[in-house]
């Protein structure tokens, strides 16, 4: 088992990386003025949906 499958399904640390992904795009969306802010949530939806974090999978228990 690689690392990202690991991770995969470790519920704690995804909650952690989404945490911290969020605090991402919410810095670079203030350090921009917000003019960047499409590109911004493109960027995280992509990097989280490489790592298996796909926010609007079905499959997510507690997601609607």
């Known amino acids: 088992m690689g690392i990202l499958d690991r991770f995969r399904h470790n519920r704690t640390a995804q909650d952690k990386a989404k945490q911290a992904s969020d ?32 926010r609007d999978r079905p499959d997510r228990p507690g997601q609607p």
């Open 23 to 54: 605090t991402a795009e919410k810095k670079a969306n203030e350090k921009t003025g917000g003019k960047y802010e499409s590109q911004v949530d493109d960027a995280q939806q992509r990097a989280e949906g490489a790592l298996g974090m796909d």
